[in-house]
C-alpha cells in the first residue's frame, strides 16, 4: 500500500524574494515513475525538517522536474521555509485538492480578481492562459495589494499585459510618499467598474483574505454574474490533506478534498465562512 | 447457515486466541471498564462501554507515522504494525464504528497504518443481552446485536456462550475448540435475549436517521443549541470518548544534535479552540456555539454525508462522559447526548 504520509525530498534549486515578506521557492522533484501532474489551484504538503508541514499552493512549473511555491511568512513553519536557500532540502507530498474549474471556465470570459499573496494560487492558471490562448475568452485581471511593494510576479507584468484580449488592472490600498504609483487607489473592486468581461458569460475566479472575496463576490452578483459563476479559493487549518485529520472542515465539506476552490453558490450552503456569511457566531 | 459452537465457559477460547493473538479485551477497573491486554484478569462481557473505545488500539493516541534522519535529504523510516491482535468483546455499537473508520481511513487514499493494524486484527465480537441506561444503538440499527463484520461472535446465554463463526480467521481458532456445536434451542434463546435486550432500551432519538439531515439542516439557528453552548466545558470528552471521532493532528518531534526527527499523529477534537485556527490567529469556530454546532452535527449528519456511514452509533458515551451533568441541574442526561440535543431542537420556536 502506497504511504501518503511519506514526504519526498526535493532540492530548492533557486529562491527569489518577492516582497520583504514574501519568497518564491523553485524546487526539483526527485525522479519519479510518471511526471508529477497538477491542475492550476491544487496545493501541496511542504515540510520543513524538524518543524512540520504546511499547505502552499502549486505556482509554475520551470520544466519537467521543477515547480514553484510563493511563501509568506506568517507563522512558524512559513518563517522556516522562507529561510531556507537553494541547495537545501524540503519535503513535498501531493498534488492534492481540486484546483480551478478549467473545463467549465473553457471558451469563457475569465475574471481573475485577486489581493496580495491570493495572485500565487492563480499563478499556474496565468501560465496556462499565456500558454494555451485559445481555450479562454477575454480575460481580465484584477490585482490589488496594500501598497505597491506588497505586490507579487511583478515581473511579469509586462508579459501579461502583451496577451492578447489580457487586461491587467492593478490597485493599491496605499501610496507611500516615495513611491511613483500610476494606477489605481482603493480595494480590489474599484476596478470593477472598468472591467471589458461580459458577466453574462465570464467566470470569476477569486483568492483572498475571506473579507476580501466576501466583497468581491457581492459586487460581481450585483454586476450580473451567477452565484455558479464566482469561484473561490478558501483557507482553513490542513494537517493531512487527505480529508482525514477533520482540521479543514466546513459544515460537510472538506477544503483540503472537495476544495480549496469552490463554487460561490456551494460557499452559500456552508456554515462557519465570512464569504457568504453565515452562522459564524459573534 | 452460520457456524455456531457452544461454550460452556471462556477460558477455552482465550486460551486459543492467545497462542496466535494480543489479545484485548474489557477490564474492570476501578467499576469502570478499559480496553487493556488480557493477562491473568477476567475479561467482562456484561453490558458497559468501555471508557475508551478500542479505535485506541487501532489507531492510538499518538502514533508513529515515520521516523527520519535529515542528513542528505529526509531518509525515512516507517514503524513495523504486524502485531496480530484480538478485540476480545467488542460491543456491537463499536464494531460499526469500526466500520465507519474503514471508511474515513479508506478512499482515494488509503491510510497504511489503519490497514495495517485492522488486517492484523481479529474481531471477536460480543452481542450485548443486557444494555446500559445510556445505550440508544437501536435507533441506528447498531445494535445490541451484531449480524455481520465479525471473524468470532460470543453471545451469552446464560447457561454457556454461543460462539459464532463469521470469517475463515475466525474459523482457524473455532476449529482448535474441542466443543460441541449450537443447537437450534441456542439459536432461539440468542433471538430471544437479544430481542428482550432490544425492548429494554428506553433511550430513542426523536428523528429517524434518514430525516437527520432535514432535520438539523432546518434548525442550523434554532435558539436551542445557545444555551446548551452556554454551559459546555469544550473540554473535548464527547469526541475524545466517542468511537467514531476520528480527528488528528500531525506533529513533529526533532532533534538538531542527531538531525533526526520522528513525524506523529495525535488525536485532537473539534471542541478545542485551536482547532479551526488559522495563522494570524484567524479562527472559523472560535466560539463555543459553533464548535457545539459543529461536533453535534458532523456526529448526526455531516459524518453520514461524507462517508455514507453513521457519525453516532448510540454508544451512550458522551451521555456518560461530558462533565456537564452538575451544571445542568435538573437535566437527567448531560448536554453532549444526542437524544437530548435532537430533543431540544424538536421544540417549536
Ligand atoms: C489550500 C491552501 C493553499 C495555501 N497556499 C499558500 C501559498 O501559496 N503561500 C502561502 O504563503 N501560504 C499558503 N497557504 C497558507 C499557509 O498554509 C499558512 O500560512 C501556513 O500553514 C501557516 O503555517 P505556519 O506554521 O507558518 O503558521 P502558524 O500560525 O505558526 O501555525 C500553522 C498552523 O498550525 C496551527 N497551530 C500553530 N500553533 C498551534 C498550537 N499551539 N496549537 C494548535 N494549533 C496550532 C495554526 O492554527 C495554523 O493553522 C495556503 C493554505 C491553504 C489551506
Ligand atoms: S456521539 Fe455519543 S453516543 Fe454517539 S457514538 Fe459518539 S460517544 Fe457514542
Ligand atoms: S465531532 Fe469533531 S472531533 Fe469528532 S469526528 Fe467530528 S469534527 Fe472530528
Ligand atoms: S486537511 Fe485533514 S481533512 Fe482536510
Given at each position: 500500500?502506497?504511504?501518503?504520509?511519506?514526504?519526498?525530498?526535493?532540492?530548492?534549486?533557486?529562491?527569489?524574494?518577492?516582497?520583504?515578506?514574501?519568497?518564491?521557492?523553485?524546487?526539483?522533484?526527485?525522479?519519479?515513475?510518471?511526471?508529477?501532474?497538477?491542475?492550476?489551484?491544487?496545493?501541496?504538503?511542504?515540510?520543513?525538517?524538524?518543524?512540520?508541514?504546511?499547505?502552499?499552493?502549486?505556482?509554475?512549473r520551470l520544466d519537467d522536474k521543477t515547480i514553484t511555491h510563493t511563501v509568506r511568512a506568517v507563522g512558524e513553519a512559513t518563517s522556516k521555509l522562507v529561510e531556507l536557500d537553494a541547495g537545501d532540502t524540503i519535503g513535498l507530498r501531493g498534488p492534492f485538492g481540486q484546483g480551478w474549474p478549467l473545463e467549465?471556465?473553457?471558451?469563457?470570459?475569465?475574471?481573475?480578481?485577486?489581493?496580495?499573496?491570493?495572485?500565487?494560487?492563480?499563478?499556474?492558471?496565468?501560465?496556462?492562459?499565456?500558454?494555451?490562448?485559445?481555450?479562454?475568452?477575454?480575460v481580465n485581471l484584477a490585482y490589488g495589494a496594500r501598497t505597491p511593494g506588497d505586490m507579487i510576479f511583478t515581473d511579469r507584468f509586462d508579459r501579461w499585459r502583451v496577451i492578447p484580449d489580457f487586461e491587467l488592472f492593478l490597485t493599491v490600498d496605499?501610496?507611500?510618499?516615495?513611491?511613483?504609483?500610476?494606477?489605481?487607489?482603493?480595494?480590489?473592486?474599484?476596478?470593477?467598474?472598468?472591467?471589458?468581461?461580459?458577466?453574462?458569460?465570464?467566470?470569476?475566479?477569486?483568492?483572498?483574505?475571506?473579507?476580501?472575496?466576501?466583497?468581491?463576490?457581492?459586487?460581481?452578483?450585483?454586476?450580473?454574474?451567477?452565484?455558479?459563476?464566482?469561484?473561490?479559493?478558501?483557507?482553513?487549518?490542513?494537517?493531512?490533506?487527505?480529508?482525514?485529520?477533520?482540521?479543514?472542515?466546513?459544515?460537510?465539506?472538506?477544503?483540503?478534498?472537495?476544495?480549496?476552490?469552490?463554487?460561490?453558490?456551494?460557499?452559500?450552503?456552508?456554515?462557519h465562512n465570512i464569504i457568504a456569511g453565515k452562522g459564524l457566531a459573534a | 447457515m452460520v457456524r455456531a459452537l457452544k461454550l460452556d465457559g471462556l477460558d477455552i477460547l482465550i486460551e486459543s486466541l492467545k497462542k496466535d493473538y494480543l489479545v484485548y479485551a474489557p477490564l474492570s477497573r476501578?467499576?469502570?471498564?478499559?480496553?487493556?491486554?488480557?493477562?491473568?484478569?477476567?475479561?467482562y462481557l456484561g453490558c458497559a462501554v468501555t471508557i475508551m473505545p478500542p479505535k485506541r488500539i487501532l489507531q492510538p493516541e499518538v502514533q508513529t507515522l515515520f521516523n527520519y534522519t535529515a542528513v542528505d535529504g529526509y531518509s525515512i523510516e516507517t514503524p513495523p504494525l504486524d502485531q496480530k491482535q484480538a478485540l476480545f468483546g467488542i460491543?456491537?455499537?463499536?464494531?460499526?464504528?469500526?466500520?465507519?473508520?474503514?471508511?474515513?481511513?479508506?478512499?482515494?487514499?488509503?491510510?497504511?497504518?489503519?490497514?495495517?493494524?485492522?488486517?492484523?486484527?481479529?474481531?471477536?465480537?460480543?452481542?450485548?443481552?443486557?444494555?446500559?441506561?445510556?445505550c440508544f444503538c437501536s435507533s441506528w440499527g447498531t445494535g445490541p446485536g451484531l449480524d455481520a463484520n465479525y471473524d468470532l461472535l460470543l453471545t451469552d446465554l446464560e447457561d454457556g456462550y454461543?460462539?459464532?463463526?463469521?470469517?475463515?480467521?475466525?474459523?482457524?481458532?473455532?476449529?482448535?475448540?474441542?466443543?460441541?456445536?449450537?443447537?437450534?434451542?441456542?439459536?432461539?434463546?440468542?433471538?430471544?435475549?437479544?430481542?428482550?435486550?432490544?425492548?429494554?432500551?428506553?433511550?430513542?432519538?426523536?428523528?429517524?436517521?434518514?430525516e437527520l439531515h432535514d432535520f438539523l439542516a432546518e434548525r442550523f439557528d434554532h435558539p436551542a443549541w445557545q444555551p446548551q453552548a452556554d454551559v459546555c466545558f469544550s473540554c473535548g470528552n464527547c469526541t475524545i470518548t466517542c468511537p467514531t471521532c476520528y480527528c488528528y493532528n500531525i506533529f513533529e518531534d526533532y532533534s538538531p544534535a542527531l538531525k533526526a526527527g520522528e513525524r506523529r499523529s495525535e488525536w485532537d477534537s473539534c471542541q478545542l479552540l485551536e482547532f479551526a485556527r488559522i495563522a494570524h490567529g484567524?479562527?472559523?469556530?472560535?466560539?463555543?456555539?459553533?464548535?457545539?454546532?459543529?461536533?453535534?452535527?458532523?456526529?448526526?449528519?455531516?459524518?453520514?454525508?461524507?462517508?455514507?456511514?453513521?457519525?453516532?452509533?448510540?454508544?451512550?458515551?458522551?451521555?456518560?462522559?461530558?462533565?456537564?451533568?452538575?451544571?445542568?441541574?435538573?437535566?437527567?442526561?448531560?448536554?453532549?447526548?444526542?437524544?437530548?440535543?435532537?430533543?431540544?431542537?424538536?421544540?417549536?420556536?
Open positions: 500500500m502506497k504511504n501518503p504520509y511519506l514526504p519526498m525530498s526535493c532540492v530548492i534549486k533557486e529562491t527569489k524574494k518577492e516582497t520583504a515578506d514574501i519568497k518564491t521557492i523553485s524546487v526539483e522533484l526527485p525522479d519519479l515513475p510518471a511526471p508529477f501532474d497538477y491542475a492550476p489551484g491544487q496545493f501541496n504538503q511542504i515540510s520543513v525538517m524538524g518543524v512540520g508541514e504546511m499547505p502552499i499552493s502549486i505556482g509554475s467549465a471556465a473553457a471558451g469563457k470570459d475569465l475574471l481573475l480578481a485577486t489581493g496580495g499573496l491570493g495572485l500565487a494560487p492563480l499563478r499556474a492558471l496565468l501560465d496556462l492562459i499565456e500558454a494555451e490562448r485559445d481555450r479562454f475568452g477575454r496605499h501610496v507611500p510618499k516615495e513611491a511613483v504609483w500610476e494606477h489605481a487607489t482603493g480595494v480590489v473592486t474599484h476596478v470593477f467598474d472598468r472591467l471589458t468581461v461580459d458577466p453574462a458569460r465570464a467566470l470569476a475566479f477569486t483568492c483572498g483574505p475571506e473579507i476580501m472575496m466576501r466583497f468581491v463576490a457581492n459586487s460581481l452578483l450585483i454586476r450580473g454574474f451567477d452565484q455558479n459563476s464566482i469561484f473561490v479559493s478558501m483557507e482553513r487549518r490542513m494537517e493531512c490533506g487527505m480529508g482525514k485529520c477533520g482540521h479543514c472542515m466546513i459544515g460537510p465539506k472538506y477544503v483540503c478534498i472537495d476544495g480549496p476552490v469552490f463554487s460561490y453558490a456551494q460557499v452559500k450552503a456552508l456554515p | 476501578n467499576g469502570d471498564y478499559f480496553f487493556s491486554i488480557l493477562e491473568e484478569e477476567k475479561a460491543r456491537p455499537c463499536d464494531v460499526h464504528a469500526m466500520l465507519g473508520f474503514d471508511r474515513v481511513f479508506g478512499g482515494r487514499y488509503e491510510d497504511p497504518y489503519w490497514w495495517e493494524r485492522r488486517k492484523n486484527t481479529l474481531v471477536v465480537a460480543a452481542n450485548c443481552t443486557t444494555v446500559a441506561e445510556e454461543l460462539l459464532e463463526i463469521g470469517s475463515p480467521a475466525g474459523e482457524e481458532v473455532a476449529i482448535q475448540l474441542d466443543v460441541p456445536p449450537a443447537g437450534e434451542a441456542d439459536l432461539s434463546k440468542k433471538a430471544r435475549l437479544l430481542a428482550r435486550a432490544t425492548a429494554s432500551i428506553k433511550k430513542v432519538l426523536g428523528v429517524k436517521p434518514t484567524f479562527n472559523f469556530r472560535r466560539t463555543r456555539l459553533d464548535r457545539f454546532k459543529h461536533r453535534s452535527i458532523h456526529k448526526l449528519s455531516w459524518m453520514d454525508q461524507q462517508y455514507q456511514t453513521p457519525g453516532c452509533v448510540g454508544c451512550g458515551r458522551c451521555v456518560r462522559w461530558c462533565p456537564s451533568w452538575p451544571v445542568r441541574r435538573g437535566r437527567p442526561t448531560s448536554l453532549a447526548d444526542p437524544v437530548e440535543i435532537i430533543g431540544d431542537l424538536m421544540e417549536a420556536v
